[in-house]
T-cell receptor, first 110, second 113 residues
Framework: RKEVEQDPGPFNVPEGATVAFNCTYS??????FFWYRQDCRKEPKLLMS???SGNEDGRFTAQLNRASQYISLLIRDSKLSDSATYLC???????????FGPGTRLSVLP | DAGVTQSPTHLIKTRGQQVTLRCSPK?????VSWYQQALGQGPQFIFQ???????QRGNFPDRFSGHQFPNYSSELNVNALLLGDSALYLC????????????FGNGTRLTVT
């Protein structure tokens, strides 16, 4: 089993749709969780950190379920500019050992 | 405030050659991590440097080596290049504190022919 797994995708959704991405991790000792977005042939950029109580940043909501070892990202009112690959990242130790999932590609269609 | 900078941006090498990639971390960051990303895949962890020492290493052969300098900048060296080493090499810096996320440079695209 891979350390971090994500929905295989791709997701093709119309503008204005709500889309949810799921991520599971195998290491129960994981401490830090993040979502990154990566545009084609560009570097990954931090979208948001994921906190135990869940957190929201504008149209983006992240949830963490430690018991199920599951992370989610919800995007509301999708924009064309949200088209990208979304990477789930889990770190087992403080500041160390960041493991990336394979990513889920999102295409928002006009 | 400069972010993470990497050089060169593109590189073409021949099988068997050696390559050195360079990275300067974001101001205030003391930890540098290197990743290899093949097309269509997530970044794969190569190693991480902190206080000029290799702190963690991923599942990469000894042909991949690195260094961190006192100013926190870092180099990635790859010897005896193989065709399969063709990829985007990403440098990421972070602070050694709890929950500090990675900040990436633009990457170096290496092509081995």
């Amino acid at each position: 089993r891979k350390e971090v797994e994500q929905d295989p995708g791709p997701f093709n959704v119309p503008e204005g749709a709500t889309v949810a991405f799921n991520c599971t991790y195998s290491n129960s000792a994981s401490q830090s969780f993040f979502w990154y977005r990566q545009d084609c042939r560009k570097e990954p950029k931090l979208l948001m950190s994921v906190y135990s109580s869940g957190n929201e940043d504008g149209r983006f909501t992240a949830q963490l379920n430690r018991a199920s070892q599951y992370i989610s990202l919800l995007i509301r009112d999708s924009k064309l500019s949200d088209s990208a690959t979304y990477l789930c990242v889990v770190a087992a130790d403080y500041g160390q050992n960041f493991v990336f999932g394979p990513g889920t590609r999102l295409s928002v269609l006009p | 405030d400069a972010g993470v900078t990497q050089s060169p941006t593109h590189l073409i090498k021949t099988r068997g050659q050696q390559v050195t990639l360079r990275c300067s971390p974001k101001s205030g960051h003391d930890t540098v991590s290197w990743y290899q990303q093949a097309l269509g895949q997530g970044p794969q962890f190569i190693f991480q440097y902190y206080e000029e020492e290799e702190r963690q290493r991923g599942n990469f052969p000894d042909r991949f080596s690195g260094h961190q300098f006192p100013n926190y900048s870092s180099e990635l060296n790859v010897n005896a290049l193989l065709l399969g080493d063709s990829a985007l090499y990403l440098c990421a810096s972070s602070h050694s504190g709890y929950n500090s996320p990675l900040h990436f440079g633009n990457g170096t695209r290496l092509t081995v022919t």
